[in-house]
């Protein structure tokens, strides 16, 4: 019987032993790998800042470390705005983390009307400015997220230095199980991508007028974007994060006196 309990006991040992050697084995690897996931995360976000300005083409194959870096360095510039007034502010707008502050209740606000379910948001977003070899600005880029038909999706929307003409809208990243292939992830889809150049956010008045709609006579206007097909919450959810993101608690401010020179 003493055996027994040894042979369970010396069993227990081992179990346990090479448990805690396993779960220090992950610790370290993580601390160790956390840098480079953490500069990989960067980079794949610039390179789709620079799909949104037109700068490079993802869909065209596998872009390049040292392209992606260059370009990046070369026309983009980060900068720190304060949503309730509008204002850039100092920092650095490259390694901020928004997500970070974002949950964080000193730096961040619950909004009033959270139609794109955001939760909370960070006093200070980021915004792109893309510049062209002459120095002159040619895009402003602004992040926008919004949940969709299962996830939160984050894109980039790219307007004109008029901050009413769109380039692109570019969906790169969903988070939690992901968009539906075929439904929600058409999002993705070049074609409805297309779609979004040129048309415009505001009206005459200066009032957001952009739409997601099925609606043909809406759709086919300098206002209008056709719905995915198939795909009407993930539709009204990029709709919820246009008008969110571009509305007082999100870039209207900034937009605002962007629109009125603050950026010349």
């Not at 050697?21 to 500069?39: D, E, G, H, I, R």
């Not at 928004?98 to 009307?113: D, I, L, M």
């Not at 980039?156 to 901050?163: G, N």
């Amino acid at each position: 019987m003493a055996s027994n309990k040894e042979s369970i006991g010396k069993t227990l040992f081992v179990v346990v032993g090479l448990c805690f050697v396993c779960s220090m084995f992950v610790s370290t690897a993580a601390v160790l790998l956390k840098p480079t996931q953490q500069q990989n995360k960067l980079l794949d976000k610039q390179k789709y800042i620079l799909e949104a300005a037109g700068l490079v083409d993802t869909k065209a194959g596998k872009v390049e470390k040292d392209v992606i870096i260059e370009k990046y360095n070369k026309y983009v510039e980060a900068r720190l705005v304060d949503l309730k007034t509008g204002d850039f502010v100092e920092g650095d707008a490259d390694t901020f983390d928004v997500e970070k502050a974002a949950r964080t209740p000193a730096t961040s606000f619950k909004p009033e009307n959270d139609i794109a379910s955001v939760k909370r948001v960070a006093n200070q977003g980021v915004v792109y400015l893309v510049k062209d070899d002459s120095n002159e600005l040619q895009t402003v880029i602004i992040p926008v997220k919004g949940y969709g038909l299962w996830s939160t999706m984050f894109a980039f929307l790219a307007v004109e230095p008029d901050m009413n003409t769109i380039r692109s809208l570019v969906y790169y990243d969903f988070t939690g199980s992901g968009e539906t292939p075929g439904l929600g992830g058409e999002v993705q889809n070049p074609q409805w991508v297309a779609k979004w150049q040129g048309k415009k956010l505001y009206d005459d008045n200066g009032e957001l007028a952009i739409q997601v709609t099925k609606i043909p006579t809406i759709a086919s206007s300098v206002h209008g974007v056709d719905a995915l097909s198939g795909a009407t919450l993930t539709s009204n959810g990029v709709q919820y994060s246009l008008t969110f993101w571009l509305g007082e608690e999100g870039f209207a401010r900034f937009i605002e006196k962007a629109r009125n020179g603050g950026l010349s």
